[in-house]
């Protein structure tokens, strides 16, 4: 049993699991934020721009309520949304992602200069010669 609950410190306190944990609460918040951004800011216009429709509202009763049964309905405007979510977060990973691998290129393009060849052996003797004329 410890050496079972050891191995689990080992494996949740690796770098990998915590990156991984920090992505997916950073890409939720992200979603939120996402979310946000296409209801409340990207779907009022185009909503007015088809004459005032709430796209979230669409939706086609297949079987009106009676008696004790259920309305059922296709809401096609919730899946509209969501595909304009999902477009829109695609598109911003894309950003994200093309802005992050110009910065490794540019990164790469840059490399530090190489260090002085090292002296050669006869470089070396004669430095040693020239020392050995300096102590006399």
Known sequence: MRKMLN???EFAVKGNVVDMAVGIVVGVA???????FVSDVVMPPIGLLVGGVDFSDLAITLQAAGDGIAE???R???FLQTVF????IAFAIFVAVKVINM???R???????PPPPEPSNE???LAEIRDLLRQR
């Open 7 to 9: 191995e689990f410190k």
């Open 30 to 36: 992200f979603g939120k934020i996402v979310s946000s």
């Open 72 to 74: 059922v309905t296709l």
């Open 76 to 78: 096609y405007g919730a």
């Open 85 to 88: 979510d999902f477009v829109i």
């Open 103 to 105: 910065l490794k290129r």
């Open 107 to 113: 990164d790469e393009a840059d490399p530090a200069p």
């Open 123 to 125: 470089e070396k003797l």
